[in-house]
């Protein structure tokens, strides 16, 4: 069983797009996020959500947005891409509750932009 | 600001030696610090974590926490070639929240 998965895993688009990126895990935790890895693989946090708080991550533009139908689900939406955005993203979940946070990532989504 | 600092290497060790990973932080804040491995086209996934002053130990794995002087340490015992990967230092600041990420450090494990 898959714990934390994404769609797509591969995303080609051109510039001014607008498109979206789901992530579903299954391991019942209470918080997911989002990171972007660039090309030099550095893993920057975008967003973490849980059920009653969402906090972003300054530097993100506002054309990023994480939206959450239920606790099972995180999805990013992207609009009017730029050419930066261009980069691997990673979906996570963890049980922040308990203290410790072990995430658990998902395959990844890696987006080009044209 | 809150920084995770490690040598992006390639840290380069023959088989069989010890393979030691380091991380500094900026911030005593961090609750816990994490370490995980990537490997090329992959996600990150956990090895180890800790959130107490001194060593905890996975089998091959030890990670190495020193609050006072703010940095972490992974030690890699055996070391094999299915080890060669890049390992990533985390740093959670306030539960979940603000989890930060250290550049990585590039191993590889010679046969």
């Known amino acids: 069983d898959t714990a934390v998965s994404q769609t797509p895993k591969y995303l080609v688009t051109q510039m001014g797009n607008d498109k979206s990126i789901k992530c579903e895990q299954n391991l019942g935790h209470d918080t997911m996020y989002w990171y972007k890895q660039d090309s030099k693989k550095f893993l920057k946090i975008m967003f973490s959500y849980n059920n009653k708080e969402l906090i972003i991550n300054e530097t993100v533009p506002n054309r990023f947005s994480p939206k959450s139908p239920d606790k099972a689900h995180l999805n990013l939406h992207i609009n009017s891409l730029e050419l930066g955005d261009s980069a691997v993203y990673f979906c996570?979940?963890?049980?922040?509750?308990?203290?410790?946070?072990?995430?658990?990532f998902g395959p990844g989504t890696r987006l080009t932009v044209l | 600001q809150k920084e995770v600092e490690q040598n992006s290497g390639p840290l380069s060790v023959p088989e069989g030696a010890i393979a030691s990973l380091n991380c500094t932080y900026s911030?005593?804040?961090?609750?816990?610090f994490f370490w995980y491995r990537q490997y090329s086209g992959k996600s990150p996934e956990l090895i180890m974590f800790?959130?107490?002053?001194g060593d905890k130990e996975d089998g091959r794995f030890t990670a190495q926490l020193n609050k006072a002087s703010q940095y972490v340490s992974l030690l890699i015992r055996d070391s094999q070639p299915s080890d060669s990967a890049t390992y990533l230092c985390?740093?959670?600041?306030?539960?979940?929240?603000?989890?930060?990420f250290g550049p990585g450090t590039r191993l590889s494990v010679l046969p």
């Open positions: 985390a740093g959670d600041y306030n539960y979940g929240q603000n989890f930060v």
């Open positions: 911030d005593r804040g961090s609750q816990s």
């Open positions: 996570a979940s963890s049980q922040a509750a308990q203290g410790w946070n072990e995430q658990f």
């Open positions: 800790i959130y107490s002053n």
